[in-house]
């Protein structure tokens, strides 16, 4: 699998979700935000997390106009992954891929954090190396991850099976303690948590690495 992992001012998890795909064997390329296009064969986008442009306006508001996000766009509307996590799903709901908001912490105020996640279907690419039920320990670390949609949203997400993750114990406030979402052809995850964060035993646990395991498993098997 092919991978590129986009950079913009302000990204600090881009080496992180580099190094965990290249862990999961993907040949990965980092792409810097002024470029209008992704290189050729790509299979997965990867937005990371970080502050880009300072949060400044909304967290992913300035982000989602940089020249590589119309390739981000294009590149998923041809049916081509992307994984937002945290900074990068904000950016994901900003350019639209993704419904909803992510709005300030319930309780205003950064966590640093990890917290307990379940697993709410393994029907997607990114979900297949877990079983629906399954807890997961992922690191979070976030100022503006209280994820907020309308009722009638919530519905759909909630009928179409496009809940990823949910909080055991919600840190932040969002609708129905949702942690991650998928977009509705399944092919676009967005989540605060951060699965590259917990690839290593070294940094406190491995429970991300299904995650990038059963996503590269999937481009091995198709």
Known sequence: MRAAVIVFPGSNCDRDMAVALKAAGADVTMVWHKDASLPDGVDLVAVPGGFSFGDYLRCGAIAAKSPICQAVVGHANRGGYVLGVCNGFQVLTETGLLPGALMRNSGLKFICK??????????????????????????????????????????????????????????????????????????????MPHPERAVDAGHGGTDGQALFRGLLAQFASA
């Open 114 to 191: 990890t917290v307990d996640l379940k697993v709410e279907t393994s029907n997607s690419a990114f979900t297949e190396g877990y079983t629906a039920g399954d807890v997961v320990a992922y690191p979070v670390a976030h100022h503006d991850g209280n994820y907020t949609v309308d009722d009638a949203t919530l519905a759909r997400l909630q009928g179409d099976d496009r809940i990823a993750f949910t909080y055991i114990d919600n840190p932040n406030g969002s609708v129905a303690d949702i942690a991650g979402v998928l977009s509705e052809n399944r092919r676009v995850l967005g989540m």
